[in-house]
């Protein structure tokens, strides 16, 4: 099986991930971000890192798609690769920040690549608004991030809100976690692992 935890930057993605990986016992896969060797770069300089760093996204992206796929085993995964070009380069592209030739030249490999991935059997979308993002990447702290900007945000926002109003490729469902905090409140946790069971047990009827 396969679940994958979709959202904006900060909305709670790895921390989810990690709790439901502990909660169920599934397999983690995490974002290739520590180790990223243009993500730095790219927040410093979004125009001229835009397409080395949505390629390397789009290539550690596809290697989990293919693990995934070969393992069978139960895998939760940490944004999906649809999000890449979706949200990010899509919108890169409409800010300028990535040419249209650029964005050809991506959308054809991803077009490709698209023919040998599945949607995951569970799509689960952490939908929170801007300001609560903002609180969010700043709690984490990482320096280089710093740097992204209120509109930056509430244009992912936006193309989110878009691609998950027209997602039918598999199941999908949809938690609002700005009035939870499932970190300190286990009461919160448990409202999302309810929505998830009865999900899974859809899954398996
Ligand atoms: N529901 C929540 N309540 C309180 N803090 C949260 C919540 N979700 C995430 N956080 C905190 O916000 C920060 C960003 O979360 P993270 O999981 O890294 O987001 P993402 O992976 O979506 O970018 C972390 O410091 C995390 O502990
Ligand atoms: N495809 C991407 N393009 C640009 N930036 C991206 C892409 N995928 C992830 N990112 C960035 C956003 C954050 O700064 C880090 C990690 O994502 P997060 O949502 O915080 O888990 O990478």
Same mark, same amino acid.
């Given at each position: 099986?396969?679940?994958a935890?979709t959202?904006?930057?900060?909305a709670?993605?790895t921390?989810?991930?990690t ?8 397999? %983690? !896969? ?5 180790h990223?060797?243009?993500?730095e770069?790219f927040? %410093? ?6 397409f %080395?760093? !949505?390629?390397?996204?789009l290539?550690?992206?596809?290697? !989990? ?8 085993e139960?895998i939760?995964q940490d944004?999906t690769?649809y999000e890449?070009?979706h ?10 920040l990535?040419s249209?030739r650029?964005?050809?030249n #991506? ?12 949607a @995951?059997?569970?799509?689960? #979308? ?7 993002l ?6 984490r ?7 992204i900007?209120i509109? #930056? ?6 193309? #989110?809100e878009?691609w ?7 199941k999908l469902l ?7 905090d499932f970190?300190?409140k @286990?009461?919160?946790f ?8 009865a999900e ?5 009827k």
């Amino acid at each position: 099986m396969h679940i994958a935890v979709t959202g904006n930057i900060g909305a709670g993605k790895t921390t989810l991930t990690t709790m439901l990986a502990k909660h169920y016992g599934w397999d %983690a !896969q995490f974002e290739d971000v520590d180790h990223n060797p243009y993500l730095e770069d790219f927040y %410093a300089d979004m125009s001229k890192w835009s397409f %080395a760093l !949505q390629i390397y996204f789009l290539g550690s992206r596809f290697r !989990q798609v293919k693990e995934i796929r070969e393992s069978g085993e139960n895998i939760i995964q940490d944004r999906t690769i649809y999000e890449d070009a979706h949200i990010f380069a899509e919108n890169l592209n409409d800010m300028k920040l990535l040419s249209d030739r650029d964005f050809k030249n #991506y959308a054809s490999l991803f077009d490709l690549m698209k023919t040998f991935v599945s949607a @995951p059997d569970l799509l689960i #979308y952490l939908k929170s608004d801007v300001p609560n993002l903002v609180k969010k990447i700043y709690k984490r702290g990482r320096e280089y991030e710093a740097s992204i900007s209120i509109e #930056y945000l509430s244009k992912l926002n936006q193309k #989110y809100e878009k691609w998950i109003s027209s997602y039918t490729e598999g199941k999908l469902l949809i938690i609002e976690v700005d009035n939870l905090d499932f970190v300190e409140k @286990p009461e919160d946790f448990g409202f999302i692992l309810e929505k998830i069971d009865a999900e899974l047990n859809g899954l398996f009827k």
